[in-house]
């Protein structure tokens, strides 16, 4: 059984990450969708939160798992059975950050391959932290994450304002 992780921080999950997991379940037996708990960044929601995000973007699909880990991918991927660590690739603004994370996560466990999955055209620009942005200078995120999303996302605003991203 191959099996596969697409980790990320998923604050929240967008439709660029929803396309991402699609395609990579279709190549893999099993997907664990893994949200990271990053110590150096703060979220506007906490772990199980994203993770019942995520789960209700994905409703009825068979192969996807949705979880959290704490310290090293490779540890996490290794754990899991996981031979694959997939990641998505934006503009070239990611290419840097993503091609040293993914040549330390070989020196790390050669044994797991990180594939790359071009982004679909129509999502190349989102990214969490962008909806974040939009959506606490008061715009509309329709196109870039579902629409409960957004309502959490605006929810979130009301009552905390003032938070960094
Ligand atoms: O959605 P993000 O914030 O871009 O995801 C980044 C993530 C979680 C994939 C990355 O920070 C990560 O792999 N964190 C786990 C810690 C780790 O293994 N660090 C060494 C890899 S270079």
Do not use: W
Request: contains cysteine; proline residues 5%; positive net charge.
């Amino acid at each position: 059984m191959r099996v596969g992780i697409y980790p990320g921080s998923f604050d929240p999950v967008t439709y660029g990450h929803r396309d991402i997991i699609q395609r990579a379940s279709r190549l893999v037996d099993q997907l664990y969708v893994a949200v990271a708990s990053n110590p150096y960044k703060q979220p506007f929601f906490e772990i199980p939160e994203r993770i019942q995000m995520l789960e209700k973007c994905f409703e009825g699909t068979r192969n996807v798992i949705f979880d959290h880990f704490n310290g090293l991918l490779v540890t996490y991927a290794k754990e899991k059975g996981a031979t694959v660590i997939f990641k998505g690739l934006r503009a070239f603004s990611d290419f840097e950050n993503e091609f040293r994370m993914a040549l330390a996560n070989r020196e790390l466990a050669p044994e797991v391959e990180t594939v790359f999955l071009m982004t679909s055209h129509q999502y190349a620009y989102l990214s969490s932290s962008l909806v974040k942005e939009i959506v606490s200078l008061g715009g509309n995120l329709k196109g870039m994450v579902p629409p409960f999303v957004e309502k959490k996302l605006k929810n979130y605003i009301k009552n905390r304002r003032g938070k960094k991203f």
